[in-house]
């Protein structure tokens, strides 16, 4: 079974740091870019990240460049999420998701992951 | 950034009825447009890919149209189980947008 399963999230000060995980199963991790979706309390969904299968291209959206880093490790099937200078607006549930090519941009996002909650608040 | 447009936001229906939702695109993504379904606490269910394919599992009363700018979904005979949220989300480039959203509710 294609799964997908978030770790990671918290509670963390304005001006943290937090690392999130996602770890993969069923499916050739290697082969597929994968992204990371964040909806924060009651509003929509908003893509941040997306990573090549290989790891060698990664892009962000503005409101998160420059402070968050995906990164993968195709050997354990992980990819990760490394936030930085936290902000209150970055409250959110945060889950990944398989695109359906290898190379971003272009494709579906056809598995997701159930999510993992982080709380920005003094 | 492109900037999706979905509509209506919310939507009131019975079991039977045909149901419409549309997103449009503040330029041109050609197909590049994606529908998810999202139930509370689940995570988004792909339905819809290049803007008229069905993802396999989906039920074929499920179907999308459009390319350039103007897309819809449409339900063709809505189900107790497709009481949901409904999202359009384009990957012409990044950053991928999503719709705001439309909520369908039982009538």
């Known amino acids: 079974e294609v799964q997908l399963l978030e770790s990671g999230g918290g509670l963390v000060q304005p001006g943290g740091s937090l690392r999130l995980s996602c770890a993969a199963s069923?499916?050739?991790?290697?082969?597929?870019?994968m992204s990371w979706v964040r909806q924060a309390p009651g509003k929509g969904l908003e893509w941040i990240s997306a990573?090549?299968?290989?790891?060698?291209?990664?892009f962000y959206a503005d409101s998160v460049k420059g402070r968050f880093t995906i990164s993968r490790d195709n050997s354990k099937n992980t990819l990760y999420l490394q936030m930085n200078s936290l902000r209150v607006e970055d409250t959110a549930v945060y889950s990944c998701?398989?695109?359906?090519?290898?190379?971003?941009?272009?494709?579906?996002?056809?598995?997701w992951g159930k999510g993992t909650t982080v709380t920005v608040s003094s | 950034d492109i900037q999706m447009t979905q509509s209506p936001s919310s939507l009131s229906a019975s079991v039977g009825d045909r149901v419409t939702i549309t997103c449009r695109a503040s330029?041109?993504?050609?197909?590049?447009l994606n529908w998810y379904q999202q139930k509370p606490g689940i995570a988004p269910k792909p339905l819809i890919y290049?803007?008229?394919s069905l993802q396999s599992g989906v039920p074929s009363r499920f179907s999308g149209s459009g390319s350039g700018t103007d897309f819809t979904l449409t339900i063709s005979s809505l189900q107790p189980e497709d009481f949901a949220s409904y999202f359009c989300?384009?990957?012409?480039?990044?950053?991928?947008?999503f719709g705001q959203g439309t909520k369908l509710e039982i009538k």
């Open positions: 069923g499916f050739t991790f290697s082969s597929y870019a």
């Open positions: 998701a398989k695109e359906i090519n290898h190379l971003p941009p272009g494709g579906l996002m056809d598995v």
């Open positions: 990573i090549s299968g290989s790891g060698g291209s990664t």
């Open positions: 330029q041109s993504i050609s197909s590049f």
């Open positions: 290049a803007a008229s």
């Open positions: 989300q384009h990957s012409y480039t990044t950053p991928y947008t």
